[in-house]
């Protein structure tokens, strides 16, 4: 009688573990997911993010465009392209308002797969009013001061995991190209600047 107790005990258990956290209150996302790479910077940080260039070797190369893009770290960010096929090569370049200063960085993603693989693996996340397990589909590049760039991958805030981080080179910079935004820029980011600064080792 025991044996079949802890038989049966054993076979409920297994059947949880197959249910995923189903059993929790959690449903399984079962809808397409389209992966994507969206593009974030500190708060008060804002960026003018230029193209974003893709380049999956032997398959397909592509560019999206970004634009001013003025929050938030560790966060979605901005939109900036579908990631299909997933990529080994992706380049951002950038020009940071608080610096006026530009910057660029190729990214060279050594295993597209294993990725891929990554971000398909669900965490529980609560979105609409409910507790779901979605992928982490997007691919999230921070730009912080000083040429920072810290990629994540996540499908909200709470289940950002870093995956990598880089650090962009300086190139030539023409900030009268940016002046009226830059004007409008420092009458909202100014004074805080000036009491905060550029914060490099925060990032």
Not at 140 to 152: E, F, R, S, Y
Request: glycine share 8%; aromatic share 14%.
């Amino acid at each position: 009688m025991m044996k079949r107790f802890v038989m049966f005990a054993t076979i409920l258990f297994m059947s949880a573990l197959s249910g995923g956290c189903s059993m929790a209150g959690t449903p399984q996302w079962d809808r397409p997911v389209t992966y994507g790479v969206r593009v974030a910077v500190p708060l008060h940080y804002d960026a003018w993010v230029k193209r974003l260039r893709f380049e999956a070797t032997g398959e397909r190369a592509w560019w999206w465009p970004v634009g001013i893009t003025n929050c938030c770290w560790k966060d979605l960010g901005r939109g900036g392209g579908e990631l299909e096929p997933m990529p080994d090569y992706i380049h951002v370049t950038w020009f940071s308002f608080a610096e006026q200063q530009s910057y660029t960085r190729l990214i060279h993603i050594s295993d597209p797969d294993a990725l891929r693989e990554r971000m398909e693996q669900p965490a529980p996340v609560h979105k609409w009013g409910k507790l779901h397990n979605l992928p982490r589909y997007d691919l999230v590049l921070g730009l912080a001061p000083g040429g920072t760039v810290v990629m994540w991958i996540m499908n909200w805030s709470e289940t950002a995991i870093e995956v990598g981080r880089y650090k962009a080179v300086k190139i030539d910079t023409h900030p009268e190209y940016y002046e009226k935004r830059t004007e409008r820029y420092l009458s909202d980011n100014g004074s805080y600047l000036k009491e905060h600064g550029l914060q490099l080792d925060r990032w």
